[in-house]
């Protein structure tokens, strides 16, 4: 079956213009998941969704930071006013429940020029 | 502050030779870890997982546990070019009921099989 998809796969942005990054989980799964990996690291946990409910935002980095999952599949993560820190790969991975293992997205790779 | 240790590398092996990959772990609550392989400019595949302590095998792969010394191990036999990757140890810690934790990473190891 289909994989975790994401869009773009490639984002460039101005410094201060606001983006807004796509996550299609697998058909199913309850758990959706987002990771930032900065080049040379392994990736961080921003947050995480069960269904709809977001139940973890401890990792994501700041306030211009926001996720959402409105009808408990497809996820957006939006980030407002970007700053050249905020280059990075995002990942989203999805999974049956939230102690199961988890499959990655391509990801998208956003520079903040 | 949970945290997952690994040497960045880079590790060389010879091409058939057995490749050993170190992982350690400070949160002694974790229960569920990983093995995912990322090429370079890919996303993350899972290799292995484990949860109990000792030896889990899956074809070319090895996982091995051990959670008093908080240590967990991937051993890649007959290694091939193809297995040249960055490996990444991810730990997991039960859900505590107020909310549901992602996976720890580590920086992940740079891995070099030479023909």
């Known amino acids: 079956g289909a994989g975790v998809s994401q869009s773009p796969r490639y984002k460039v942005a101005k410094r201060g213009q606001d983006v807004a990054l796509r996550c299609d989980p697998i058909s199913g799964h309850v758990s959706l998941f987002w990771y930032q990996q900065a080049l040379g690291q392994g990736p961080e946990f921003l947050t995480y969704f069960q269904n709809e409910a977001q139940l973890d935002k401890s990792g994501l980095p700041s306030d211009r930071f926001f996720a959402e999952r409105p009808e408990g599949s497809v996820s957006t993560l939006k980030i407002q006013r970007t700053q050249q820190e905020d280059s990075a790969v995002y990942l989203c991975a999805s999974s049956w429940a939230d102690q199961e293992t988890q499959y990655f997205g391509p990801g998208t790779r956003l520079l903040v020029l | 502050q949970k945290e997952v240790e690994q040497n960045s590398g880079p590790l060389s092996v010879p091409e058939g030779a057995i490749a050993s990959l170190n992982c350690t772990y400070s949160?002694?609550?974790?229960?569920?870890f990983f093995w995912y392989r990322q090429y370079s400019g890919k996303s993350p595949e899972l290799i292995m997982f484990i949860y109990s302590n000792g030896d889990k095998e899956d074809g070319r792969f090895t996982a091995q546990l051990n959670k008093a010394s908080q240590y967990v191990s991937l051993l890649i036999r007959d290694s091939q070019p193809s297995d040249s990757a960055t490996y990444l140890c991810a730990v997991k810690s039960p859900w505590s009921g107020g909310g549901a934790d992602g996976l720890t990473f580590g920086k992940g190891t740079h891995l070099i099989i030479q023909p």
């Open positions: 949160d002694r609550g974790s229960q569920s």
